[in-house]
């Protein structure tokens, strides 16, 4: 028995050593990762000969994914260029190496590990995408140009309204002419730079480092200290944090490679490692609706939101609001095995409700599913124009009205600028739509059918995804999906609307909301509000940290940057950071103007209370708001706080709007801060838990203050200005056209007392009043609800018009027919006289 058991074992292990050599003969080898890849084997084989050499034989990558599919133009295009270089399967076009090569080590040498980098790509995405290598390096996801000018604005605002520090030192030596763009959108764009310009700046010097020797003097340098390891480490030159839900790739790689919250990769190939964090989930790009990716079993297309979120989830935090999350002090609920939750970026979330774009809710007439950030986002928004940008609202130029229209026009006939003002009045003519696409559109992205034409942005770049069909608007997301868009003027025309009152009222009868506010002053449903940034940067006892600028410099040959080599690059520079929060709210943002001049929601943009230690340990300040130059942000000669709120597009949009009273009765909205500002003045006063006498006198002599105070902070966070209209903090450090509601929209807006008016006399006040409520009483007609209040409100209303209308007839009609009574009188008595 033993015998036969060892024969068994023996035939056994000779067939697994059989189909292993099978299996990594290199013609086995390629056909597998053909037929794997390429579902039509004849054309397989006409177009893919078995390699003998290269990365897939040898048993090395043989099981690695494709980079695009096999018959896409790139795949095509990659081949092509690889042959010329001995490698069909065209690997050495982007990675380089050696494809003739017989050991790993001769075929790595000279590899280009992270060929989309920024520091490489001009060699490897460049040779096809030159443009967008030139534009890249140039867009505020590479110089950030525009959170360190908002950073360096709560350290005493010392370089103003203007972004003059970038990541890196560059120029723009092609001049202010747009690289991408049609014609009207390019003369759209030098309107706006000469009209606004420094908000573009010609030029970017690089941020500088503390120079501790004069620490002292000019402490407020330590923010160079803050912005190198704690806001920098996002910007597409660096890998970023390798952390949960923080891995992405470097440059281009970091929205067209996928990641996952994890890091690890989960492709097919044996040679990278599978539990080793920081990898990439799969070796496909994903961009537009033709590439298709495929790992796990799941094929999708387009760029995931929760990809954009690996970077957009600090600031205006728009990337995790957009998927319905908010950072939360807590790790709850826990799990299955009662552990809490696993931070996700540093932090733990609370959900509240996504945007409704990206809602997976089913809705009438669409498919299930949601529209992914490029969408909306394009080509411009997201690669910028070749300009260098000092904002992200310089740079966006989607508006909802590009593509829902308002209750009086289809998008195709409002007027270009529409919605994107900048305090330029938009022209009579109308937009139209276009069947013209941009270059890069027709090379690089999906091609749909225009159909009825391309809409336009209010800029006047054709959108590549949204169509028109006769009155509708379609929207062709990148994932699949085609979506009917609610355009408001069809909704206007069939009374479709949710809530037709309310609607009509708000857009339709109230035109001013169309033409000052921004839609989603009112659709937001929630905002991300991190009130007061507690910053400290501490020198002492040899204290260090990342510094993610130097680290994209020390950058190597391969694309890599310093950060992952830590152990070998000096990519540390002096100093501890330490970030803290007062308080984080999501309910009704306040109301502010933003930069385009149009009332927006505001929220916390960098509030910035700074403490500094020394290198021996002394502060030199701590919890310090430092205040702008005198004249600025509605301020005297000592300036203005430099906390600021900052106007934002929150990304939490909901079809139906917050409440009328929300803005029109409430004092947060109105900028007077919540509650009016009743609550939360005590800050700038130390705060004690410790026995005390009924006269606030301490008792114990170690009593050590609860609370330390925040000097000159002598109101809510909440609150940017006074019912007299004196500003409180800055408000959008970007743009001068930003601000506060004025003193004459609050005036006009606020409607706070308005129950009173009524209720001041009921139920007791005059006889009329006192008759009016008995009788209501007696016949059950006493309104309760809101709806109920609403309808006797509407009915009193217009019969009170009526009487105003109608009384001066009546008069007029009664004194004429008394006139004519008087006048018949006087005849009849003259009559009877004779």
Not at 370 to 399: A, K, M, P, S, Y
Not at 498 to 526: F, N, Q
């Amino acid at each position: 028995m033993k015998h036969n058991l060892k024969i068994n074992l023996l035939l056994l292990s000779s067939l697994v050593t059989l189909i292993l050599a099978m299996l990594l003969s290199p013609g086995m080898l390629s056909a597998h990762h053909r037929s794997r890849q390429d579902p039509d084997e004849a054309d397989s084989h006409a177009a893919y000969p078995l390699p003998q050499k290269g990365c897939l034989a040898g048993g090395c990558h043989w099981e690695i994914e494709p980079i695009r599919e096999h018959h896409s133009g790139m795949a095509q295009e990659i081949y092509s260029l690889g042959k010329e270089k001995g490698d069909p399967n065209g690997c050495v076009v982007c990675h380089f190496g050696d494809p003739e090569a017989l050991t790993s080590e001769k075929a790595h040498k000279g590899i280009v590990r992270y060929p989309a980098s920024m520091w490489v790509n001009d060699q490897t995405c460049g040779k096809c995408h030159s443009e967008y290598v030139y534009t890249m390096n140039r867009n505020l996801m590479q110089t950030e140009a525009g959170k360190i000018q908002g950073a360096v604005w709560g350290w005493g605002a010392m370089t103003g309204y203007r972004s003059i520090y970038g990541n890196y030192g560059l120029g723009d030596p092609d001049g202010k002419t747009p690289l991408f763009g049609n014609e009207a959108y390019k003369s759209y764009m030098e309107k706006l730079m000469s009209t606004h310009s420094y908000a573009f700046p010609d030029s970017l010097i690089e941020l500088p480092e503390v120079d501790l020797a004069t620490l002292h003097e000019h402490p407020e340098q330590a923010v160079f200290t803050y912005i190198r390891s704690d806001c920098q480490r996002c910007h597409v030159g660096v890998r970023g944090a390798q952390r949960r839900g923080d891995y992405h790739g470097l440059g281009c790689a970091a929205c067209y490679i996928p990641y996952s919250d994890e890091g690890f990769y989960e492709g097919l190939d044996p040679s990278i490692p599978h539990h080793a964090k920081g990898k990439m989930l799969v070796h496909s790009i994903q961009s537009s609706r033709k590439a298709k990716v495929t790992v796990n079993g799941v094929t999708w297309s387009g760029i995931p939101g929760e990809m954009c979120s690996s970077c957009h989830n600090r600031g205006k935090r728009i990337g995790v609001s957009y998927l319905g999350m908010i950072e939360s002090a807590y790790d709850t609920p826990w799990d299955e095995q009662g552990n809490g939750q696993p931070r996700l970026h540093g932090k733990n979330y609370q959900y509240i409700k996504e945007d409704f774009h990206h809602s997976r809710e089913s809705r009438e007439g669409n498919p299930e599913g949601g529209l992914l950030c490029q969408d909306c986002h394009q080509t411009t928004d997201v690669h910028g124009n070749g300009n260098i940008g000092g904002t992200t609202f310089g740079e966006v130029e989607i508006e909802c009205s590009d593509c829902h229209g308002t209750p009086f026009a289809y998008p195709w006939e409002l007027p270009p600028g529409f919605g994107d003002e900048f305090g330029i009045e938009p022209g009579r003519q109308v937009r139209g739509v276009t069947a013209t696409l941009l270059d890069v559109q027709e090379r690089f992205s999906t091609v749909y059918e225009p159909e009825d034409g391309y809409l336009l942005t209010a800029r006047g770049n054709p959108m590549g995804n949204v169509v028109r069909r006769e009155d509708k608007v379609i929207v062709h997301s990148a994932g699949g999906a085609d979506f009917r868009v609610p355009v408001l003027k069809n909704l206007a025309a069939e009374n479709q609307w949710k809530h037709p009152e309310k609607a009509i009222t708000a857009m339709m009868m109230v035109k001013r909301h169309m033409e000052k506010l921004e839609c989603y002053s009112c659709h937001s449903g929630w905002a991300a509000q991190c009130y007061g940034c507690h910053v400290k940067v501490d020198y002492s006892k040899n204290y260090r940290s990342v510094d993610w600028v130097r680290s994209g410099k020390l950058h190597e040959a391969n694309g890599e940057t310093a950060e992952t080599r830590r152990d070998r690059l000096p990519v540390y520079q002096p100093g501890k950071i330490t970030e803290g929060r007062t308080y984080i709210r999501w309910e009704n943002p306040v109301l502010g103007i933003n930069g385009e001049g149009r009332v927006s929601p505001i929220i916390p943009g960098c509030q910035q209370i700074t403490t500094v230690i020394d290198q021996d340990g002394e502060p030199l300040f701590t919890n310090k708001i430092w205040r702008t130059p005198g004249g600025m942000e509605g301020s005297g000669p000592d300036g203005q706080k430099g906390i600021d709120m900052t106007p934002a597009q929150p990304h939490t949009v909901t079809s139906e709007a917050r409440e009328c009273v929300s803005c029109h009765a409430d004092p947060k909205a109105l900028g007077y801060g919540i509650a009016d500002n009743r609550f939360m003045q005590g800050y700038n006063l130390d705060r004690y838990m410790d026995l005390q006498t009924t006269t606030k006198q301490l008792i114990s002599r170690r009593s050590v203050p609860q609370f330390p105070s925040i000097p000159g902070l002598d109101m809510d966070l909440s609150r940017i200005v006074s019912r007299d209209g004196k500003q409180m903090q800055t408000v959008g450090h970007h743009w001068e056209l930003s601000g506060p509601l004025t003193q004459e929209q609050r005036e006009k807006m606020e409607r706070i007392g308005v129950c009173i008016s009524c209720h001041q006399d009921i139920p007791d006040g005059s006889l009329p009043v006192r008759a009016m409520v008995a009788a209501g009483n007696m016949f059950d007609l006493t309104p309760v609800s809101d709806k109920e209040h609403s309808t006797l409100l509407n009915k009193d209303i217009r019969f009170a018009a009526l009487s105003r209308l109608a009384g001066p007839f009546a008069l007029a009609a009664l004194l004429a027919l008394i006139f004519i009574i008087f006048r018949q009188y006087k005849r009849i008595r003259s009559l009877n006289r004779q």
